[in-house]
């Protein structure tokens, strides 16, 4: 494990049976509150974006946002949210997306992703990847292409990459941390 692994993960708090008993909550407050920790994730991720080459990022709702926009400022390239439905005005994309427990709809501005736009998609943990996989799929039909998929905390027991690698396209999924 590396030095910023270990910072990561030292900053990351365990919360058992939240929201629900038998859930173990990653907990990044800890990490949000520590500059230091919250510097190295952000250089990490912007470093990410630079190697990917994208033009924008992605941050979806709503960690994905405190982390996306810090990352874009750090990499010089726009930041465009990815908000529930319902929440932004104006024209959008939407996409349906299944969720353990139910369903629920994702959107964009329609004129915030074009033809050319190079997109790195960030939240803080891939769990299951069916946001992650709406998004992608709201990315392509705005006619951008996804340059990657990156997260802090990737949940590997819940097994969404291979479910997501095809259709990133032979775009990087990089997780900082698999627990």
Do not use: C, W
Request: aromatic share 4%.
């Amino acid at each position: 494990m590396t030095d910023i692994q270990e910072l990561l993960l030292s900053r990351i708090r365990d919360v058992a049976d939240y929201p629900e008993p038998g859930v173990m909550f990653k907990d990044i407050t800890p990490l949000l509150a520590d500059p230091a920790a919250f510097t190295a994730l952000t250089d990490e991720l912007a470093g990410i974006a630079a190697s990917t080459g994208a033009t924008k990022v992605v941050g979806l709702e709503a960690r994905g946002f405190i982390l996306g926009a810090p990352v874009a400022v750090r990499a010089g390239v726009g930041f465009i949210p990815v908000r529930k439905a319902g929440k932004l005005p104006g024209a959008t994309l939407r996409q349906a997306y299944d969720l353990e427990y139910g369903s629920a709809e994702i959107e964009v501005h329609a004129e915030d992703l074009t033809h050319g736009d190079r997109v790195l998609i960030v939240d803080d943990v891939l769990a299951t990847g069916g946001t992650a996989e709406a998004a992608i799929q709201l990315i392509h039909r705005a006619g951008a292409e996804v340059s990657g998929l990156a997260v802090l905390m990737e949940l590997t027991f819940l097994a969404a990459r291979p479910r997501l690698e095809p259709t990133l396209n032979g775009a990087p999924l990089k997780a900082l941390l698999q627990v």
